[in-house]
T-cell receptor
Framework: TQLLEQSPQFLSIQEGENLTVYCNSS?????LQWYRQEPGEGPVLLVT?????EVKKLKRLTFQFGDARKDSSLHITAAQPGDTGLYLC????????????FGAGTILRVKS | DAGITQSPRYKITETGRQVTLMCHQT?????MFWYRQDLGHGLRLIYY???????DKGEVPDGYVVSRSKTENFPLTLESATRSQTSVYFC????????????FGDGTRLSIL
């Protein structure tokens, strides 16, 4: 099973600050997906990146897939309290089809 | 409403008991998955299924049994529950076309005393 290391594990920042979450692996993935999870609920897909070097923007969130498709980052500009939650990256394995490998997650707390 | 539903949402049981967690999806997705979520470990795959009557082990399958007689249902059974199986369990589904984002239920919080 491929491994996906996610960092940092925990972030506590003030409203208006910027932040970046990283996901790194030594393995290549077919795609990299980012999910957000709130307490008492299941993860919800934010974005999928497929092509090496791809950048996708979702309002104040910017997602990037590494050129070699081994790593990804999530950058949030001007964080707001509503961004608080658990962010999970997940890599789609190339060989075994449709299985996702999840990072351990980043707990983000944005204080007003 | 279309979606994926898990039941029960909360369950407390004792060691040695058999317990079954239910998962039902209305999208006719071919793939279904069971994960457990524990602090510090993220989501770990227990079992998955590519279609009815096709199941395969994930990362942490020991102590669990699954079946999939119908496309829409994917129950997970703990045959003899142990305290180490206390966790939050999530079911997910996806279609068969890459990339295949997964749609998750809201989870079952299981406590084994």
């Amino acid at each position: 099973t491929q491994l996906l290391e996610q960092s940092p594990q925990f972030l506590s920042i003030q409203e208006g600050e910027n932040l970046t979450v990283y996901c790194n692996s030594s393995s290549v993935f077919s795609s990299l997906q980012w999910y957000r999870q709130e307490p008492g609920e299941g993860p919800v897909l934010l974005v999928t990146v497929v092509t090496g070097g791809e950048v996708k923007k979702l309002k104040r969130l910017t997602f990037q897939f590494g050129d070699a498709r081994k790593d990804s980052s999530l950058h949030i500009t001007a964080a707001q309290p509503g961004d608080t939650g658990l962010y999970l990256c997940a890599g789609e394995e190339m060989e075994y089809g449709n299985k996702l490998v999840f990072g351990a997650g980043t707990i983000l707390r944005v204080k007003s | 409403d279309a979606g994926i539903t898990q039941s029960p949402r909360y369950k407390i049981t004792e060691t040695g008991r058999q317990v079954t967690l239910m998962c039902h999806q209305t999208w006719s997705h071919s793939y279904m998955f069971w994960y457990r979520q524990d602090l510090g470990h993220g989501l770990r795959l227990i079992y998955y299924s590519a279609a009815a009557d096709i199941t395969d082990k994930g990362e942490v399958p020991d102590g669990y049994v699954v079946s999939r007689s119908k496309t829409e249902n994917f129950p997970l059974t703990l045959e003899s529950a142990t305290r180490s199986q206390t966790s939050v369990y999530f079911c997910a589904s996806s279609d068969g076309y890459s990339p295949r984002p997964q749609h998750f239920g809201d989870g079952t919080r299981l406590s084994i005393l």
